[in-house]
């Protein structure tokens, strides 16, 4: 009986937690009648890691430096790969939920964060098995691993009923593929030797459709895949493949088109499939190169470089450090270095992300 009271009172006291934050952090984003989502969980890659691979030894693919961060709370470089919040953290923001999305691997997390959710993603990752060693990141299979470890602690923290409830109603996102396509594809060459593109992004997909069938049967229901962006319109393709001009790079936009029609495809399959599943195809493709090609007309002044580095056009992560300049306002860039927008770019594309595609999770 004392660890059953134990366990209310300590569900009592997140409850008031989450209640708190939820007044600080009311979201733009309107749910359905009698809705709810109590956590967000993120799976992915550099876009999505909020500093899981500051906790990950083996890897080099890590940004928890100056001038990283910069515009982050205290300028604190938390290992985010922008000069502030990342999309785990406006998603989560957005919903209403909490301000931040914690990494799960931080030691430092705490257990009220828990039932509102977490991050495993991992930069460097990607849906091709190769693509997470290359960087030595952690893979997505590994990551839906850690998922199931969370749930562990979870029903630990708040018994198994509140973690069932929890699990089968939270939003759960993976954004992958960018560094399939750019990296290892048409950077390091290491699968064009054994596969041409539509190969390729059926491989993609094959790994996408068993990552989704690996959360239902850890017990999620609400899953969102983000498409692949137009990754030939980064700075740093324009700058390797772009020309003279360094114009957006049709082969890498071409993939990742090819890519995102089989991933919506397999995933509207998967749907009906699925029972009681909310699987949401969610397309960034379009708005972000809409907010690259029209940069001016969403308020920058800069679509075509990074804010980071002497030139803007190749710094990334060790090249982005604090011996190297920054753009006086960061705010006028759609990019922050050469691979990742800023934070005021995410700012503009996640709420009009959110308001098409929230409803298709319920």
């Given at each position: 009986?004392?660890?059953?009271?134990?366990?209310?009172?300590?569900?009592?006291?997140?409850?008031?937690?989450?209640?708190?934050?939820?007044?600080?952090?009311?979201?733009?984003?309107?749910?359905?009648?009698?809705?709810?989502?109590?956590?967000?969980?993120?799976?992915?890659?550099?876009?999505?890691?909020?500093?899981?691979?500051?906790?990950?030894?083996?890897?080099?693919?890590?940004?928890?430096?100056?001038?990283?961060?910069?515009?982050?709370?205290?300028?604190?470089?938390?290992?985010?790969?922008?000069?502030?919040?990342?999309?785990?953290?406006l998603v989560v923001e957005e919903l209403g939920i909490k301000e931040l999305l914690p990494a799960y691997l931080d030691p430092n997390l705490q257990p009220q964060d828990l039932p509102t959710g977490v991050c495993f993603a991992s930069g460097g990752s990607g849906y091709d098995p190769?693509?997470?060693?290359?960087?030595?990141?952690?893979?997505?299979?590994?990551?839906?691993?850690?998922?199931?470890?969370?749930?562990?602690?979870?029903?630990?923290?708040?018994?198994?009923?509140?973690?069932?409830?929890?699990?089968?109603?939270?939003?759960?996102?993976?954004?992958?593929?960018?560094?399939?396509?750019?990296?290892?594809?048409?950077?390091?060459?290491?699968?064009?030797?054994?596969?041409?593109?539509?190969?390729?992004?059926?491989?993609?997909?094959?790994?996408?459709?068993?990552?989704?069938?690996?959360?239902?049967?850890?017990?999620?229901?609400?899953?969102?895949?983000?498409?692949?962006?137009?990754?030939?319109?980064?700075?740093?393709?324009?700058?390797?493949?772009?020309?003279?001009?360094?114009?957006?790079?049709?082969?890498?936009?071409?993939?990742?088109?090819?890519?995102?029609?089989?991933?919506?495809?397999?995933?509207?399959?998967?749907?009906?499939?699925?029972?009681?599943?909310?699987?949401?195809?969610?397309?960034?493709?379009?708005?972000?190169?809409?907010?690259?090609?029209?940069?001016?007309?969403?308020?920058?002044?800069?679509?075509?470089?990074?804010?980071?580095?002497?030139?803007?056009?190749?710094?990334?992560?060790?090249?982005?450090?604090?011996?190297?300049?920054?753009?006086?306002?960061?705010?006028?860039?759609?990019?922050?270095?050469?691979?990742?927008?800023?934070?005021?770019?995410?700012?503009?594309?996640?709420?009009?992300?959110?308001?098409?595609?929230?409803?298709?999770?319920?």
């Open positions: 009986m004392g660890v059953v009271r134990g366990r209310e009172r300590a569900w009592e006291m997140i409850g008031v937690v989450i209640v708190l934050l939820w007044w600080k952090t009311q979201g733009l984003v309107k749910l359905p009648e009698n809705m709810t989502v109590p956590a967000l969980l993120v799976l992915g890659d550099s876009i999505v890691d909020t500093g899981n691979n500051n906790y990950n030894p083996t890897t080099l693919a890590r940004c928890n430096y100056r001038p990283y961060g910069k515009d982050f709370e205290g300028g604190i470089p938390t290992g985010r790969f922008g000069n502030g919040k990342v999309p785990s953290d190769l693509t997470s060693k290359l960087a030595s990141a952690i893979p997505l299979p590994d990551q839906v691993e850690l998922l199931r470890q969370y749930k562990q602690k979870l029903k630990a923290l708040v018994g198994e009923d509140r973690t069932g409830f929890i699990i089968s109603n939270s939003v759960v996102l993976v954004v992958a593929g960018s560094n399939d396509i750019s990296n290892t594809y048409f950077l390091s060459h290491a699968r064009q030797v054994q596969y041409d593109v539509p190969a390729y992004t059926d491989l993609m997909v094959t790994s996408a459709s068993h990552l989704v069938k690996e959360l239902y049967e850890a017990g999620v229901r609400r899953i969102g895949v983000f498409s692949s962006p137009p990754i030939g319109c980064v700075p740093f393709q324009r700058t390797l493949a772009g020309g003279v001009e360094r114009k957006c790079v049709d082969t890498c936009n071409e993939a990742a088109q090819l890519f995102n029609s089989k991933l919506s495809q397999e995933l509207a399959s998967l749907n009906r499939q699925l029972l009681g599943s909310r699987i949401v195809y969610v397309d960034v493709y379009n708005p972000l190169l809409d907010v690259i090609v029209n940069y001016q007309q969403y308020g920058f002044k800069v679509g075509e470089r990074g804010c980071c580095g002497i030139t803007g056009e190749i710094e990334v992560a060790e090249l982005c450090n604090h011996l190297q300049p920054t753009c006086a306002d960061d705010s006028e860039y759609v990019f922050w270095d050469s691979f990742h927008p800023t934070e005021t770019a995410y700012r503009k594309l996640i709420p009009l992300v959110l308001s098409k595609y929230l409803d298709q999770f319920f």
